[in-house]
T-cell receptor, first 115, second 114 residues
């Protein structure tokens, strides 16, 4: 069973388009995250939701809007795509914050290419 | 602000050589420390983690790491690498709390030659 899944795996689109990436976790976790990995493999957190509530919103352009319909899903919508948005986007989830439950489980990533 | 430094950006080793990848962090409070591995074309997988207790932690695939609080370091080690260890290795830290935000280092690309 896939713990954290993302669709699509690859996404190629043109500048100016609007696109969404979906993430689902079947681990029963309360918290989900979006990370961006750039061409130099640097990983940076973008957003985090805990029980559908936004708790982390890093300095990300307003064109990026996360949406959490329920605690098992965290989707990422991107408006007016730009060349610089090309990256691999990873979704992750983690259990409630207690004891040693800070481990995050990552999805397979979505490679976004903007042309 | 929290930060993580990985000094080795690219490491090339022959099989059976010993490995040590450096990781230093900057954070004033209690930290949780992680090493993640990303095999070519795959997602990040947890190698090992430190939350508290014994500063020498053992992870999967023969990896271990030592937390040295006085040096703000969490170096990754393996006594004998294999070709299958070729991957990108990321050190990460978080200060716990409500956000559980992971701060990653820039990664170290390990290439093991057969």
């Amino acid at each position: 069973d896939t713990a954290v899944s993302q669709t699509p795996k690859y996404l190629v689109t043109q500048m100016g388009n609007d696109k969404s990436i979906k993430c689902e976790q079947n681990l029963g976790h309360d918290t989900m995250y979006w990370y961006k990995q750039d061409s130099k493999k640097f990983l940076k957190i973008m957003f985090s939701y805990n029980n559908k509530e936004l708790i982390i919103n890093e300095t990300v352009p307003n064109r990026f809007s996360p949406k959490s319909p329920d605690k098992a899903h965290l989707n990422l919508h991107i408006n007016s795509l730009e060349l610089g948005d090309s990256a691999v986007y990873f979704c992750a989830s983690s259990p409630p914050f207690a004891g040693d439950s800070y481990e995050q489980y990552f999805g397979p990533g979505t490679r976004l290419t903007v042309t | 602000a929290q930060s993580v430094s990985q000094h080795n950006h690219h490491v090339i080793l022959s099989e059976a050589a010993s490995l040590e990848l450096g990781c230093n962090y900057s954070y004033g409070g209690t930290v949780n420390l992680f090493w993640y591995v990303q095999y070519p074309g795959q997602h990040l997988q947890l190698l090992l983690k430190y939350f508290s207790g014994d500063p020498l932690v053992k992870g999967i695939k023969g990896f271990e790491a030592e937390f040295i609080k006085s040096k703000f370091s969490f170096n990754l080690r393996k006594p004998s690498v294999q070709w299958s260890d070729t991957a990108e290795y990321f050190c990460a830290v978080n200060g716990g709390g409500a956000t559980n935000k992971l701060i990653f280092g820039t990664g170290t690309l390990l290439a093991v030659q057969p």
